[in-house]
Each structure stands twice: as C-alpha cells, then as structure tokens.
C-alpha cells in the first residue's frame, strides 16, 4: 500500500518541520513549501491527498493559493485544512473555499484527527 500524502503549504520552519516529524512518523509522506505561488506545479507533481494551508504566506497568500486550487478542475477535490492564527479563521477559511481549519497554535492531535477526516 503508498503511502498518503500530505503537502504542507507554511513560512515557519519550525513549524514545518515538526509537522513533518509527526505526518511521517505516522507513515505519511510529506512535502513542503515555503512559499504557495506555484501551488498549481507543486500540487500537479506531487499529487497529495491532503493539503495544509497557511494564511500568511509570501508571494499570494493563502486565500488566494486556495482558492487558485479550488478553480481548478482537476484539483477541486484535494482537501485543504486552513492552518493559521488569525483571529478570522472561520471567516479566512470559508472564503478561501478550504475544506476545515485549525486554529494556530494547535494542538497536534487535533491537526491528526482533521487530516484522519479527510483521508
């Protein structure tokens, strides 16, 4: 069985690689990236079954990157899990067409449940 796979869209490298550690402790297969412009090309290639969204996160921002997905076609059903600390994330995530959202700064079992739902 492949494993599933996870592409994590955040600016905070520690934050990164934590994710990281826990995702593929639980035998995920993770990606990274620190920037969402080119979300198309990295979602194409990679091919996850779950992304995790920053809102702040340089060049379009998260809204924005999401929203790019979910135009389009072939990506629409990719889950998204808006991560961030904005006070807003209700409102940010319903706008950005996410899937759910996680409050920063979580607790990482609850980050596990969400991406269980979803997979």
Do not use: C
């Not at 520690?14 to 080119?38: A, C, K, P, Y």
Request: glycine share 2%.
């Amino acid at each position: 069985m492949s494993k599933k796979k996870i592409l994590i869209f955040d600016d905070d490298t520690t934050i990164l690689e934590v994710i990281t550690i826990i995702f593929e402790e639980n035998g995920f297969q993770v990606e990274i990236s620190e920037t969402s412009h080119d979300i198309l090309e990295r979602v194409a290639d990679y091919r996850p079954d779950v992304i995790l969204m920053d809102n702040w996160i340089p060049k379009i921002g998260g809204v924005e990157a999401t929203r790019l997905l979910k135009s389009h076609e072939e990506f629409r059903k990719i889950p998204v899990i808006y991560v961030t600390a904005n006070n807003d994330i209700v409102a940010l995530a319903r706008q950005a067409q996410a899937d759910d959202y996680v409050a920063k700064p979580f607790n990482l079992d609850d980050l596990e449940e969400k991406v269980a739902k979803y997979i």
